[in-house]
């Protein structure tokens, strides 16, 4: 048997009410109250479609042995890198064994079912037993447009296996159509998209409903017998008139989460199905359809074994971890919108050397340090000499891993002098409970929430971007626990 292993999934905290748009930009455009209804999720200014992954994924294996994981694939239209392996970076984050096949999936918002297709068909040929597709997208769109209100941001992991399958794979049928309803060239910052009557009519309501009527062809199955559908389409209304065109009843039909995120690109059908499978029973048939040129249709059974799953923050984690923001200004200011003074602070020099971020990838990016074997001390950064003044013994170190473990606050501050995005930076020294220290920044809080003894744990975040070579630094930060 070969389907969903495991699911795992992540929403930024941070929720962007729509109306704050409007109070800011309806005397522009106020046909925007249309679509100014609920909140959008917005990244922090330190998170990007790398960090959602690195979250989703570790929600994904959570309890789970990753010496087992064969691959990840990572399909996103947002990706940092355009000729740099991201797919390498969020193996590294997760500290995934170095003999696994890692790739990532591009260029067409069905990215992520299409990652998600050659997983399944990689495990059933035998060739892999485990392998992690994860979905992430940031989307940025022109100010005061629809599509900023559309939009939202996050993702989700599956991990793809055939030992406790939770969700069996039964069959997928698709459709490849060079339907161009938006398209973004590769020197462009946003979306051109064209006219959404048309995008809607001659796109959503006739391809995903084709898809799917083709797949219960296939299988022989009727509407009725199918417990929930998914697929994405930010249409409110015609969302719910595409189920009535395959001949299903409102209540299959999983909600597009426009109002409490958005959609979030190639990572929207994942979304919604790590939503569908938190509330799924044994028996349950769900279909997943994708949309961008063309769509992937795939059907799943549940199975006994989703009642045996560790417990998961998933979507519905994430939703309920949330901060409503309603400053319409910060959201520009971390999509890069604006042009804002940051002082000659600002200024140093932010060049990486790639030479010591090669050297020093497992602490950097996968936050390894070290436990000495002679008398168990643990320390971070790893080095050649135990820190123990009592042990000091000389390359006894094997690698130990921080970034799931537990920690409290030790002493903190509020920088107004440091350079920060988001003022004041918040950082300070940080107690691991099983043994080591760190300096570390602090996100995702304010720090009048802060107290020593604040119990922490760790996330991977943007550390810096540098804009003369265009490299984004990571590096791990502490969140409250």
């Avoid at 060049?351 to 390894?368: C, D, E, F, S, Y």
Wanted: a neutral charge.
């Amino acid at each position: 048997m070969v389907g969903i292993v495991s699911y795992g999934g992540y929403v930024p905290r941070r929720r962007l009410n729509r109306f704050s748009v409007i109070q800011e930009m309806g005397w522009y455009i106020p046909a925007l109250m249309m679509v100014a209804q609920g909140e959008r999720a917005m990244c922090n200014w330190d998170e990007d479609s790398i960090t959602m992954s690195v979250d989703a994924s570790r929600d994904c294996i959570t309890g789970i042995d990753k010496s087992r994981i064969d691959g990840l694939y990572l399909a996103s239209t947002t990706l940092p890198f355009a000729d740099r392996q991201n797919a390498g970076i969020v193996a590294a984050a997760l500290n995934l064994r170095e003999d696994i096949v890692t790739a990532d999936f591009t260029s067409s918002l069905k990215s992520g079912t299409a990652a998600l297709l050659s997983a399944i068909g990689a495990v059933k040929s035998g060739e892999k037993k485990n392998l992690l597709v994860t979905a992430t997208d940031n989307r940025k769109a022109r100010s005061a447009s629809f599509y900023e209100l559309w939009y939202g941001d996050g993702a989700a992991s599956l991990l793809i296996g055939e030992s406790n399958v939770i969700a069996e794979f039964k069959g997928s049928h698709s459709v490849s159509l060079d339907f161009v309803d938006h398209y973004r060239g590769s020197k462009e910052a946003f979306d051109y998209t064209w006219e959404e009557r048309w995008v809607r009519d001659e796109g959503y309501i006739k391809i995903i409903p084709g898809v799917i009527k083709g797949l219960l062809e296939k299988y022989k199955l009727s509407p009725e017998q199918v417990s929930k559908f998914v697929y994405p389409c930010y249409f409110q209304r015609e969302h719910a008139s595409i189920g009535k065109r395959i001949g299903v009843k409102p209540d299959k039909i999983v909600n597009n989460m426009h109002d409490v995120c958005g959609e979030t690109g190639a990572a929207h059908p994942l979304v919604m199905l790590t939503s569908a499978l938190e509330d799924s029973r044994p028996g349950d048939k769900i279909i997943v359809a994708s949309f961008g040129q063309g769509s992937d249709a795939l059907l799943f059974e549940v199975t006994d074994n989703i009642t045996k799953l560790p417990a998961k923050r998933g979507i519905r984690g994430s939703l309920a971890n949330k901060k409503d923001e309603t400053s319409y200004a910060k959201f520009l200011k971390f999509n890069e919108l604006i042009e804002t003074e940051t002082g000659i602070r600002a200024e140093a020099p932010t060049q990486t050397a790639l030479t010591t971020l090669w050297r020093n990838h497992k602490m950097i990016l996968g936050l390894v340090g070290g436990k000495c074997t002679k008398c168990g001390t643990i320390q971070f950064p790893k080095t050649n000499i135990c820190v123990n003044p009592k042990c000091n013994s000389f390359h006894t170190q094997e690698d130990y891993e921080f970034s799931d473990k537990e920690a409290k606050l030790l002493s903190f501050t509020g920088d107004y002098l440091a350079v920060s995005v988001e003022p004041p930076a918040i950082y300070g020294m940080i107690q691991f409970n099983e043994g080591g220290r760190m300096l570390a920044d602090l996100t995702d809080c304010e720090r009048e929430e802060l107290e020593i003894g604040q119990p922490l744990k760790m996330t991977f975040r943007k550390k810096y971007y540098d804009k003369t070579r265009g490299f984004t630094g990571y590096f791990w930060k502490a969140i409250k626990k």
